[in-house]
T-cell receptor
């Protein structure tokens, strides 16, 4: 069974440029999560989807970040424009049920903003 | 107050020995859950073990066990018979319900992690 797929694995951009990350969850997993992990820290939730509905986006900086999960399967996280402080690893996870039970994580996208 | 505290930035353990990674938590939710994840250098987070606040017995999964001391708000991870492949970052996390009943949501908070190094 394929795990959570994320692309790209690495991205280097200059500040003020846009960037997008893609995530394909495990087949059949209804819940999808986007996390940001800063260096030396644990992951922090950005947004959580139940199917195609964003049920928790309270930590998503909405002035520059956006996300979508069309058709309730794969998802895209976008930053526009990127700032230096956005440099981090962006992790996607999915679970069969809600509420963070048995999440499976992807390998993450390491973003560097110059 | 920090919701999850991991006081050991780094730990060393001899191969085949047991090691305990500390985690304390703070919540007012009576029905919370505690998780431990492993993050190797490759970057993905790997779920290890889960303990519910009402579980009577300590959770165990193979070489992993969770030493759950509810009164002390402590949920330490014990790894027995350490292997070289256990070298990684280990994160403790807590799920709690935040907000008014029926109008809130579950949140998951991670600690800052402990870097475990297994010495041959």
């Amino acid at each position: 069974e394929a795990g959570v797929v994320q692309s790209p694995r690495y991205k280097i951009i200059e500040k003020k440029q846009p960037v997008a990350f893609w995530c394909n969850p495990i087949s059949g997993h209804n819940t999808l999560y986007w996390y940001r992990q800063n260096l030396g820290q644990g992951p922090e939730l950005l947004i959580r989807y139940e199917n195609e509905e964003a049920v928790d986006d309270s930590q998503l900086p909405k002035d520059r970040f956006s996300a979508e999960r069309l058709k309730g399967v794969d998802s895209t996280l976008k930053i526009q424009p990127a700032e230096l402080g956005d440099s981090a690893v962006y992790l996607c996870a999915s679970s069969l049920g809600p509420d963070y039970n048995e999440q499976f994580f992807g390998p993450g996208t390491r973003l560097t903003v110059l | 107050a920090q919701k999850i505290t991991q006081t050991q930035p780094g730990m060393f353990v001899q191969e085949k020995e047991a090691v305990t990674l500390d985690c304390t938590y703070d919540t007012s939710d009576p029905s919370y859950g505690l998780f431990w994840y492993k993050q190797p250098s490759s970057g993905e987070m790997i779920f290890l073990i889960y303990q519910g606040s009402y579980d009577q017995q300590n959770a165990t999964e193979g070489r992993y066990s969770l030493n759950f001391q509810k009164a002390r708000k402590s949920a330490n991870l014990v790894i027995s018979a350490s292997q070289l492949g256990d070298s990684a970052m280990y994160f403790c996390a807590m799920r709690e319900y935040v907000g008014d009943s029926g109008a809130g949501s579950y949140q998951l908070t991670f600690g800052k992690g402990t870097k475990l190094s297994v010495i041959p």
